[in-house]
Nanobody, 122 residues
Framework: VQLQASGGGLVQAGGSLRLSCAGS????????MGWFRQAPGKESEFVAV????????YYVDSVKGRFAISRDNAKNSVYLQMNSLKPEDTAVYYC????????????????WGQGTLVTVSS
C-alpha cells in the first residue's frame, strides 16, 4: 500500500485542520489505519487508529474529544479531523496501515505515508 498524507498547515490555537491520507496499491479496506505524530526532538506518538470497517476506534488521551478519525474505503482514504488545536499538537503527522487490526505501536504498522506538517501557533 502506498500512502500519501496531506492537509497539514499553519493554524492558530483553537482552530481546525482536516488531514487526509490516500491509499493505493493493495486493497485499502483490508487494513487498519492509524495516525501518528512526531514533534521536534520527540519520539513518534500514536494519535488514533480505526479498524478496517470503522467499527473500532482508539485515540490517545490527549486528543480525545478534539480529534476524530474516519475512513472511506470506497475512496481508499482515511481522515483525521482535528479541532480545538493546541500548540502542543504541533508535529509531523503520519498515516500508516496495519494488517494487525487496531494496534497502537508503530512497529506493528506495515506501510507509512510521508508525513504532513501541522503547526499550531499560540
Amino acid at each position: 500500500v502506498q500512502l500519501q498524507a496531506s492537509g497539514g498547515g499553519l493554524v492558530q490555537a483553537g482552530g481546525s485542520l482536516r488531514l487526509s491520507c490516500a491509499g493505493s496499491g493493495r486493497p485499502f479496506s483490508k487494513y487498519g489505519m492509524g495516525w501518528f505524530r512526531q514533534a521536534p526532538g520527540k519520539e513518534s506518538e500514536f494519535v488514533a487508529v480505526i479498524s478496517w470497517n470503522g467499527g473500532i476506534i482508539y485515540y490517545v488521551d490527549s486528543v480525545k474529544g478534539r480529534f476524530a478519525i474516519s475512513r472511506d474505503n470506497a475512496k481508499n482514504s482515511v481522515y483525521l479531523q482535528m479541532n480545538s488545536l493546541k500548540p502542543e499538537d504541533t508535529a509531523v503527522y503520519y498515516c500508516a496501515a496495519t494488517a494487525r487490526g487496531v494496534v497502537r505501536s508503530p512497529s506493528e504498522y506495515d506501510y507509512w505515508g510521508q508525513g504532513t506538517l501541522v503547526t499550531v501557533s499560540s
